[in-house]
């Protein structure tokens, strides 16, 4: 396959908070568009399709002017964007611990609230994750300050409404300070969300009907896998498999996977492709908080794919393989003809309709300035 690259912004952005912070596809007009986190913590998109491109600031100087700025501090995982009821959606967390959500149809200005107004719902922490139910309803899976799982759900125009989903002293699998995931498992509509506790991998998982229902997929899981040190990423794939992705503190790349409600089964995914380490970047490096890993599956060639960074080049490499065939590894700026260097805190990826993979990356940055790359491969 093919890769190439598309340099798509390179505003004056923060040193550190101005980075890819969330990024999402939408198929009527086919654009990508990308959040970012600029000069005190406004949020600026990127939007772009394979023949125009934009910019604009989302808070600050945008519409509507009074929206807050995002959470001002090295935490990454606090804003997340998605497609929903037609509409473009940005959830973030605000400097004051607020729950803010902005949407968007077209290009009309922006809309928004804060999603805390009348919702009794605890305040968050720094990191969320969100998903839209097959029912068109939203959902976001936030920490809170108390380190709980708390899930947000609403549909249409609806008041949110909040529960604690796990977590918490009661039901066990006390959260780590760190990032998270979530999805919706297409073939039964459970919904699943992914953290870690004490290094575990706990799942929490709802089905249709019923309540939150946690357990440790370290644990339970087949071939004894290591503690995670990063926050999880997570898909699902043809055949009804859920995959679970995180790194060591080796530096190795761990993947659980499962159907249903089996016991998953490890995989050590650097040692099968002969890959080399990842980034360890909470070892002594506590501003770096995002998953280093990105991942996604190709349901149009039933391949999945697991994206990160070379912790020696800093080169991005990609592990993908299809079904239960071999594992490859393989350095996609070799294959672009990408800059040798670039900020692999954080990195995301997406598949759009027509079945093109991208991956988003943070460029080679000075201290005020600095460029996103789009890594695309044409199916």
């Known amino acids: 396959m093919h890769w190439s690259k598309r340099v798509i912004g390179t505003d004056n952005v923060d040193a550190f908070g101005g980075m890819a912070m969330a990024a999402h596809s939408f198929e009527p007009d086919g654009s990508l568009h990308l959040i970012v ?29 009074t929206v ?9 995982g606090s804003v997340a964007s998605y ?38 719902a605890p305040h968050p922490a720094a990191y969320l994750s969100v998903y ?33 989903a796990g977590g918490d002293a009661d039901r066990g699998f006390p959260a780590d300070d760190m990032p998270i995931c979530s999805h ?82 490890a995989e050590n995914l650097t040692q099968q492709a002969h890959a080399p380490l990842a980034p360890v970047f909470n070892e002594g490096k506590p501003f770096y908080t995002s998953p280093p890993l990105a991942s996604h599956y190709v349901s149009s060639e039933g391949t999945q794919h697991v994206f990160f960074a070379d912790t020696k080049t800093a080169e991005l490499w990609e592990i993908w393989w299809r079904g239960s065939g071999p594992k490859t590894a393989e350095n996609l700026f070799e294959l672009a003809g990408s800059p040798a260097v670039f900020s692999p805190d954080p990195l995301h990826s997406l598949v759009t309709a027509d079945g093109s993979q991208h991956v988003i990356i943070a460029g080679p940055r000075t201290a005020r300035s600095g460029a996103f790359i789009d890594l695309v491969a044409r199916p």
């Open 37 to 65: 986190r600029g000069d005190g913590g406004d949020l600026r998109e990127f939007w772009w399709t394979d023949t125009t491109s934009g910019s604009g600031m989302l808070t600050g100087h945008g519409a509507p002017p």
């Open 68 to 76: 807050p700025p995002a959470f001002e501090a090295f935490y990454l």
């Open 83 to 120: 497609v929903a009821d037609g509409r473009q959606h940005v959830v973030y967390v605000t400097k004051d611990r607020q729950l803010w959500e902005l949407y968007w149809l077209g290009n009309q200005p922006a809309q928004g609230g804060n999603l805390l107004a009348h919702v009794s």
């Open 132 to 164: 839209v139910g097959h029912d068109g309803s939203q959902h976001i899976i936030y920490l809170d300050q108390q380190r709980r799982v708390i899930e947000m759900q609403w549909s249409g125009n609806a008041v949110p409404v909040a529960q604690v």
């Open 184 to 265: 919706v498992n297409p073939y039964d509509n459970s919904q699943h969300a992914f953290y870690l506790s004490g290094g575990e991998i706990i799942e929490l998982r709802k089905a249709m009907g019923e309540g939150w229902q946690g357990r440790s997929l370290t644990r339970i899981s087949s071939g004894a896998p290591p503690l995670a040190v990063s926050g999880p990423v997570s898909h699902v794939a043809d055949g009804q498999t859920q995959h679970v992705f995180y790194v060591s503190a080796s530096g190795e790349i761990i993947e659980l996977w499962w159907r249903g409600n089996d016991a998953p089964q």
